[in-house]
């Protein structure tokens, strides 16, 4: 099992441009997430989903877009990057809502200038 | 509004006891997490609380006190690889984790 992986795993972006950061699973977990985390900071939670075709807003979802068309993939979209985008971005997979454990990707450390 | 505190930064030596503390105030509560964090990297569960006291895990404990809000991870013989950031999140009634911003453990020999 590979477990969560995410790539790419550094990005450097100019503000206005587009990307996509990608995670997948192999776990077969139901539900999946996209934190950010910023320094001297408590990640945030800026999309989950519950099972394929099923997304919804996190905490902080201004700027984001995601899509989940299976089980595996749970892409994350930025659109006109800013640089207070600049962060380090966590996918993490559960089996269920009340699962007690989260398994995180390895991270994709985002600047963006 | 939903808040989590824990100290920014605690200093230990190698061989010996720490204790870090989280309080929390959440809408709702469906359990409390303890995360380790090394430089670099991603989060690795390390305990999870739901009721009331103490959980033994090797070297790593972890209390719970729903009527104070309030929980401690304990580490024992605290070794070098121990140095890390230690995450506090609390599962709130929607079951999403929010989360405290750490606490940077720095271990001395």
């Known amino acids: 099992n590979a477990g969560v992986t995410q790539t790419p795993k550094f990005r450097i972006l100019k503000i206005g441009q587009s990307m996509t950061l990608q995670c997948t699973q192999d776990?077969?977990?139901?539900?999946m997430y996209w934190y950010r985390q910023d320094p001297g900071m408590g990640l945030k939670l800026i999309y989950y989903?519950?099972?394929?075709?099923?997304?919804d807003k996190g905490e902080v979802p201004n700027g984001y877009n995601v899509s989940r068309s299976t089980t595996e993939d749970f892409p994350l979209r930025l659109e006109l990057a800013a640089p207070s985008q600049t962060s380090v971005y966590f996918c993490?997979?559960?089996?269920?809502?009340?699962?007690?454990?989260?398994?995180f990707g390895p991270g994709t450390r985002l600047t963006v200038t | 509004g939903q808040n989590i505190d824990q100290p920014t930064e605690m200093t230990a030596t190698e061989g010996a006891i720490v204790q870090i503390n989280c309080t929390y105030q959440?809408?709702?509560?469906?359990?409390l997490f303890w995360y380790q964090q090394h430089a670099g990297e991603a989060p690795t569960f390390l305990s999870y609380?739901?009721l009331d006291g103490l959980e033994e895990k090797g070297r790593f404990s972890s209390f719970l006190s729903r009527s104070k809000g309030y929980s401690y991870l304990l580490l024992k013989e605290l070794q070098m690889k121990d140095s890390a950031s230690y995450l506090c999140?609390?599962?709130?009634?929607?079951?999403?984790?929010?989360w405290g911003a750490g606490t940077k453990l720095i271990i001395k020999p």
């Open positions: 999140a609390v599962m709130d009634s929607n079951y999403q984790l929010i």
């Open positions: 609380n739901v």
């Open positions: 989903s519950v099972g394929a075709g099923i997304t």
């Open positions: 993490a997979s559960s089996y269920g809502a009340e699962s007690y454990e989260q398994y």
């Open positions: 776990m077969n977990h139901n539900y």
């Open positions: 959440t809408s709702g509560f469906n359990g």
